[in-house]
């Protein structure tokens, strides 16, 4: 949804609350919190909300500033034009946002408080934001980019507050900077559920009320989506995965002023990798994101948890030191990574899974060491570890296979069977951390591998 208000001024240097002080409209300052609307006998009102002065307008409606005097807060009321009244597919749209919307409770998006019906029209109210939309955030930069930590802040905000959503059965549908507000504060908050659904309705999105019978943002959506499919949580991946570019590069991957050429590129085109139109960009997070804006959905991160894992790693590692010496501190290194997943013969309770999880990390402690290696992470059911970091081997694969190979001859194993994946390829490390922070394509694929080995075998994949 547009703001109603022109920017002033393009500077920025990763300070929002400049840009916020340089946001006016009709020479009025845009502050918050707005102060309650008179509360007079001839005040416009919305069932108990006064209405304050128009927000922003977009698509099919309008946003005012209102005040609930019942609970003494500032809200934001939103409706749809007078003229799209009559349009069935707008009001579901309204509705489908408040049922959704109101499932949320996350400080990453925008809580909706209330849903009415006055006079023919309905109206949701929800959360003032103290703040701007991101689009607005980015069109003020020009041609310039937003700093590193803060674009990697602002994707880490918004896919945790999409692992919420997709936990509670929620798909966003519509990921884009306009349905982002930024907070005075520096909080990122999602809004906008329109054309949300659950995964009980992910079916073919249904005409939009204008444009070319998709619904949607055709620069945004995922190829999926584009050609009227079912979507899922995987939808709003890609679409996030356009978004996190566009922070990075300073450019959407797909956009073009001319729709049809948008969905072209989106079902199509692959864009410049970020390792190349921004070189600092940490390896994991470039190949994230290519990760992310694959065609077919089944090549996609399997969920927003995993996604977020890989980001706040690569933001930890940015936050470690200054943005010159991000670099420097992240290392590159091929290594054998290794995925113990416990299989035992009879599945026994959480308490016992974890005795036998502790038994196994402690077990692999010294012998990993004893290589060069180092233990990255033991939960669940899962150990992983690391062969060639910090000591470098001649053939970290070897050296893997011949530690568990001898473990296992040497009856060390502890009481149940176990599923080992193993692969080798490039991995980002912080050694910085005080414990070994790691990130990459092949940890993942080293639990994957464990995963769908059978109990008892040993499997091993090579990187391409």
């Known amino acids: 949804m547009e703001r109603t208000s022109q920017l002033k001024s393009t500077a920025f240097a990763g300070d929002d609350e400049q840009l916020l002080a340089n946001n006016h409209t009709s020479g009025e300052s845009f502050e918050r919190p707005l102060s309650p609307p008179a509360s007079t006998p001839d005040a416009a009102r919305v069932g108990r909300y006064l209405l304050g002065p128009l927000l ?22 939103k409706r749809l034009f007078p003229a799209a009244q009559d349009s069935s597919q707008l009001e579901e ?17 925008v809580r909706v408080y209330d849903s009415i019906h006055v006079d023919g029209t309905d109206f949701i109210v929800s959360e003032l934001i103290d703040g701007i939309a991101l689009n607005e955030i980015l069109r003020s930069l020009g041609t310039e980019r937003l700093p590193l930590e803060r674009a990697l802040q602002i994707g880490s905000s918004l896919i945790a507050a999409l692992e919420y ?19 005075r504060n520096g909080e990122v908050k999602l809004s906008d559920f329109g054309i949300s659904s659950t995964s009980r309705g992910l079916g073919p999105l249904r005409s939009a009320p204008v444009g070319s019978g998709i619904s949607g943002t055709c620069h945004a959506m995922s190829p999926e ?24 590069s300073g450019t959407g991957p797909f956009w073009s002023p001319d729709l049809a050429t948008s969905l072209r590129l989106v079902r199509e085109a692959r864009p410049l990798p970020l390792a190349e139109s921004r070189p600092e960009v940490p390896h994991a997070v470039s190949k994230l994101t290519e990760r ?46 290794v995925c113990v997943r416990l299989a035992p013969e009879n599945k026994p309770a959480a308490a016992a899974r974890g005795a036998l999880a502790l038994e196994l990390s402690e077990l692999l402690h010294q012998a990993v060491v004893d290589v060069g290696g180092a233990l990255l992470s033991s939960v669940g059911r899962y150990v992983i570890f690391c062969v060639g970091y910090p000591v470098p081997q001649e053939n970290n694969c070897e050296v893997a296979l011949r530690l568990l190979l001898d473990l296992g001859n040497r009856a060390q194993w502890p009481r149940h069977r176990l599923a080992i994946g193993v692969d080798c390829g490039l991995v980002t490390i912080l050694p910085r951390s005080q414990s070994v922070l790691a990130t990459g394509l092949i940890i993942d694929d080293a639990i994957r591998v464990a995963d769908e080995c059978e109990p008892g075998t040993i499997s091993v994949t090579l990187a391409a």
């Open 56 to 77: 922003g307008r977009g698509g099919g409606g309008e946003v005012f500033a209102g005040f609930d005097p019942l609970l003494d807060r500032p809200v934001a009321i």
């Open 292 to 337: 992310l804006l694959e065609k077919r959905r089944e090549d996609r991160p399997e969920s927003a948890r995993e996604v977020r894992a890989i980001l706040d790693a690569a933001l930890s590692a940015v936050q470690q030191g200054s943005q010159d010496s991000t670099r420097s501190e992240l290392l590159e290194r091929q290594l054998a990574v």
């Open 93 to 109: 749209c309204l509705r489908n946002e408040a049922r959704h919307a109101a499932r949320l409770s996350h400080p990453g998006i």
């Open 165 to 183: 959503a997709h936990d509670h059965d929620v798909v966003h549908r519509d990921v884009k900077a306009a349905n982002l507000m930024v907070a």
């Open 225 to 248: 989506q584009s050609r009227g499919e079912y979507t899922d949580a995987r939808s709003d991946l890609f679409s996030f995965g356009a978004l996190l570019y566009e922070l990075l």
